[in-house]
């Protein structure tokens, strides 16, 4: 393989080192991966998963056994009392939109503690954007709590905590921020801190990016509700579209609600022939979430060596995909999200440039050359143009593909001479 690079002996140096250091992180890696299939099968075998449980519906989509025992193995395999799991939930920003506007009302608050959200909710919450029909629209009041040195700022959330106060929102993953993401360790304190608080407020947490990389999920610790989409971790590649959301079972209605008609709720949604990909999908995530994190901690370590800030570093914690790389510079930030399309199986021939993104404040790099448009297990690098140019590495269905990609990219920045490697 090195010899098809430009700086071979340099980039085979570089990545011997870097597997020599992370192999027995790759090890740990695995053992995860063996308890979370343990636990996805067990919930298959508990719900008695079958072959009819793929035929699609149509229509209304009235008695779909495969969908709603679908949403009965979410709940076992998430530690929740129920789910919905549809491709009628188009983003993991829509799955998060609908547990929102399916339990709030107007006079009530969402608090989120973890900082501001990513840039996607701002104009669900009402930060950004009018009349669009935002929590602010509703008068549901909204405020997130700033970290202190990238941790919770509990004085601070204690104050906050009102009678208005009806929900918590938890980002799990850093998004675009450049903070640690949160453990389930960590998550499972705040969530203890803010019932003690307030012992009815319902806590809500985004988990995309996360599902699979620890052997316990939010709702594991605590969380009343939680969601995440279908094209990231829990569909393994393979799922075409669909979001999720899980928690108890009154919150879920609630939520159903929301997602179709009031009166309706989750008695409708046909499931077409989206089914078994997401049930295999499902099956395959352990596994697949593995080889995405394994190459985030190569790709950490390599670029580590090749003088680059990366968080997490390789030897940290991971709760999630996401793997930063900060460069301080436009042209070298944009260089390596360009050599990372240029290695995608999928149109590996296309330019991506920064460009406006709906949702977004700053214009947008993002390199995701993917087999499904977003998918974010998919191999791909992205991120706002604003300083300090961080790019966020996320995905990849296999290692190898990820350690290519990366060493790709290396090799693109000596060429071209924005980075050097004694």
């Known amino acids: 393989m090195f010899n098809h690079f430009t700086h071979q002996e340099k980039l085979k140096q570089l990545s011997t080192e870097a597997e020599e250091r992370i192999y027995p992180i790759l090890k740990e890696i695995d053992q995860r991966v ?25 229509g209304y989509g009235y008695d779909d056994d495969g969908r709603d025992t679908l949403e009965k193995l979410y709940g076992d395999v998430f530690g929740a009392e129920a789910g919905l799991v ?96 949160f ?29 699979f ?23 393994a590649g393979i799922v075409k579209t669909g979001g999720y959301i899980v928690g108890r079972e009154d919150l879920i209605e609630l939520c159903g609600y929301r997602l179709t008609s009031p009166g309706i709720g989750r008695e ?22 593995g080889q995405a994190v394994k190459g985030a901690v190569y790709s950490s370590a390599l670029l580590e060596s090749a003088g680059f800030n990366t968080s997490p570093s390789w030897d940290s914690k991971r709760t999630d995909l996401i793997q930063s790389v900060q460069f301080n ?50 191999l791909s690098a992205d991120g706002p143009l604003r300083a300090p140019y961080v790019a966020y590495v996320q995905g990849g269905l296999t290692y190898e593909h990820v350690k290519i990609s990366v060493l790709r990219a290396v090799d693109d920045l000596l060429t071209k001479g924005l980075v050097s490697i004694s």
């Open 329 to 378: 510079d436009r042209e070298r930030m944009v260089s390596f999200c360009q050599a990372i399309q240029a290695a995608s199986p999928v149109n590996a021939h296309v330019r991506p440039e920064p460009a406006y993104m709906p949702g977004y404040e700053d214009d947008v790099i993002m390199a995701a050359g993917t087999f499904i448009q977003g998918a974010s297990l998919e």
């Open 268 to 289: 409708v949604g046909a499931s077409l022939y989206s089914l078994q990909e997401m049930y295999q999908g499902l099956f395959l995530a352990p596994h697949t979430v």
């Open 86 to 181: 549809r491709p009628q939930i188009v983003s993991g920003t829509h799955a998060i939109s609908t547990a929102l506007f399916g339990i709030l009302r107007p006079q009530d608050e969402l608090l989120y503690i973890t900082g501001a959200p990513y840039d996607t909710l701002e104009e669900i919450v009402g930060t950004r954007g009018e009349g669009h029909g935002s929590l602010k629209d509703f008068h549901i009041g909204y405020q997130a709590i700033p970290l202190k040195n990238d941790a919770i700022d509990y004085e601070a959330v204690k104050a906050a905590i009102t009678e208005q106060t009806k929900m918590i929102g938890i980002q799990r993953s850093k998004g675009y921020a450049n903070r640690p993401s």
């Open 34 to 58: 063996e308890s979370n299939q343990y636990r996805v099968l067990e919930a298959f075998h508990n719900n008695k998963i079958s072959d009819y449980h793929f035929t699609p519906s149509t």
């Open 183 to 211: 453990t389930i360790d960590e998550i499972s304190e705040m969530i203890s801190f803010v019932k003690s608080i307030k012992e009815d407020v319902i806590v809500f947490v985004d988990n995309c990016y996360g599902e």
């Open 213 to 235: 990389v620890e052997e316990r999920e939010p709702c594991h610790v605590g969380a009343d509700l939680m969601a995440g989409s279908l094209i990231k971790n829990p569909g």
